[in-house]
């Protein structure tokens, strides 16, 4: 059987994918036509209802909970790994509602996040998550929402942090912050849905175990190329979480929607959200 699977070109996804689109585990019968795209892209495929399987943010998938369903297996959470808001000149967390800032895509988790955090903060504009260091140094505008690798070279490029909304996150709630997960079709029959999270998590397992056979297709799409900040990237985004989602990855993910919906970012939502 063949189905339509999306994922972006972080190296925590291509790492995570590998194995299971080179042939490197056994897919029990399965084979994926692959769409790699920015994650804000794959959040409107899903949102559309138009590909099978998908990585998207958690906030995308609190518009697409009626034809969708989560993996258990796949899902970016962590400590110490959410996005950051950076600035060139000095700001105050107190001015943040006064600025513009960009945001990598109205859908993502890291605008859900900064609108919980600062919810009459209205100036926003949408960029490609790769794109807003530049826009702040350049003054397009006054902050940026990072996330990816930009949080392990902003300071490189004179760029210094407001506020790790990550962080944040965890202070307030306890909980690990819920970046993104995987998202398939509740219209795929219940067997293939439990069979695709299977493959996902040995090919999760293969590449933790066999990291190295990974390398070269996590090279060749990452949008930072030091193998240092790659390394850093996985080792940050891929953990015990994206093997198996724990209870508390569950409820960290509902407690995200609870709290989204009391601040109005989002609607409220069913419970019946994992397969």
């Given at each position: 059987?063949?189905?339509?699977?999306?994922?972006?070109?972080?190296?925590?996804?291509?790492?995570?994918?590998?194995?299971?689109?080179?042939?490197?585990?056994?897919t029990e019968g399965l084979s994926f036509d692959i769409v790699m795209e920015d994650v804000e892209?794959?959040?409107?495929?899903?949102?559309?209802s138009c590909i099978d399987i998908s990585k998207l943010s958690f906030h995308a998938y609190a518009h697409a909970t009626q034809n969708y369903i989560l993996l258990t297996s796949g899902s970016a959470l962590g400590r110490k790994n959410g996005p950051l808001l950076i600035s060139r000149q000095?700001?105050?967390?107190?001015?943040?509602n006064s600025i513009k800032v960009a945001v990598p895509g109205i859908n993502t988790t890291a605008n859900m996040l900064f609108s919980i955090e600062y919810p009459d903060a209205r100036d926003k504009k949408v960029y490609l998550f790769s794109d807003i260091e530049e826009a702040v140094l350049g003054g397009e505008v006054d902050a940026g929402v990072i996330i990816h690798e930009s949080r392990f070279t902003y300071e490189q490029k004179g760029l210094r942090k407001?506020?790790?909304l990550g962080e944040s996150w965890e202070k307030k709630s306890g909980y690990p912050v819920p970046l993104g997960g995987i998202a398939i079709r509740r219209a795929i029959d219940e067997d293939i849905r439990i069979k695709v999270n299977r493959v996902l998590k040995r090919s999760v397992l293969y590449a933790l175990e066999n990291p190295n056979t990974a390398y070269d297709f996590v090279k060749k799409y990452a949008q930072e190329l030091d193998d240092h900040v790659i390394l850093q990237h996985i080792q940050l985004y891929v953990n015990n979480y994206?093997?198996?989602?724990?209870d508390e990855a569950k409820e960290a993910i509902r407690y995200l929607y609870k709290i989204a919906f009391e601040r109005?970012?989002?609607?409220?939502?069913?419970?019946?959200?994992?397969?």
């Open positions: 059987m063949k189905l339509t699977l999306g994922f972006s070109t972080c190296p925590n996804d291509t790492f995570i994918f590998d194995a299971m689109i080179h042939g490197k585990v056994d892209q794959l959040n409107k495929r899903v949102t559309d000095k700001i105050y967390p107190d001015e943040v407001i506020v790790d994206t093997i198996e989602m724990n109005g970012v989002i609607k409220l939502i069913s419970d019946d959200i994992f397969i």
